[in-house]
């Protein structure tokens, strides 16, 4: 079946330093690929999408690329901010699956000053 | 609405008493999905409506578990029986078409006692 694995938390940085959170999937065929976050106290958001192959995904200048050889959608922000602590999810929607998504477990970020 | 409501917030019961989940989705979304976020098993898909109708159910994890849409709007799950291994916050979310992206409620806190 479908899967995904995500780094886990918690992950504490400081302000304007670079992020990288770790997704790696498992499924058939050519599956979308999203990146949504939770706020404190607030419902997930829809934080970037990748579609096919190679696509990159942009969003409050957090990014991902769709590597299908490494089956992989990596998070990356070149400098963070406090505002950016939230919980991180990965996850997968396959071929023709619509909003039928597959999520990690989540990765706690906490951005400190 | 807005946004995508649910309601209660946050729900106490006693193990074996039956409960009711409400979801109000935005105005005009025919699709409505339900998933469920527990520690042991992070977010899990449940159940997708299009319309009041349910092509898939895979997701529900017990005959225990129901749920139905009326009038293309409101969605109710229903949790027979209650067990502790339900407590969980349970995650709504609407989206315009199969394809488009979900927007989701800030979910329902579950707790067995």
């Known amino acids: 079946g479908n899967s995904v694995t995500q780094m886990e938390g918690p992950v504490t940085l400081s302000e304007e330093a670079f992020l990288t959170i770790n997704c790696t999937y498992t499924?058939?065929?050519?599956?979308?690929l999203f990146w949504y976050v939770q706020y404190p106290g607030e419902g997930l958001q829809l934080l970037l999408k990748a579609t096919k192959a190679d696509d990159k995904g942009s969003n409050k200048g957090f990014e991902a690329t769709y590597r299908k050889e490494t089956t992989s959608f990596h998070l990356e922000k070149g400098s963070v901010q406090v505002s950016d602590s939230a919980v991180y999810f990965c996850?997968?929607?396959?071929?023709?699956?619509?909003?039928?998504?597959?999520f990690g477990t989540g990765t706690q970020l906490k951005v400190e000053l | 609405g807005a946004g995508v409501s649910q309601s209660p917030s946050n729900k106490v019961t006693e193990k074996g008493k039956d409960v009711e989940l409400r979801c109000d989705p935005i105005s005009g979304h025919t699709a409505l999905y339900w998933y469920r976020q527990s520690l042991g098993q992070g977010l899990e898909f449940l159940i997708y409506?299009?319309?009041?109708?349910?092509?898939?159910k895979s997701g529900l994890p017990s005959d225990r578990f129901s749920a139905e849409r009326t009038g293309g709007s409101v969605s109710t799950l229903t949790i027979q029986r209650t067990q502790q291994e339900d407590s969980a916050v349970y995650l709504c979310a609407s989206s315009s078409g199969r394809n488009t992206e979900a927007f989701f409620g800030q979910g329902t806190r579950l707790t067995v006692v």
């Open positions: 409506f299009q319309g009041n109708s349910a092509p898939d």
């Open positions: 996850a997968l929607s396959p071929t023709g699956g619509g909003n039928k998504l597959t």
């Open positions: 499924a058939t065929g050519y599956p979308s």
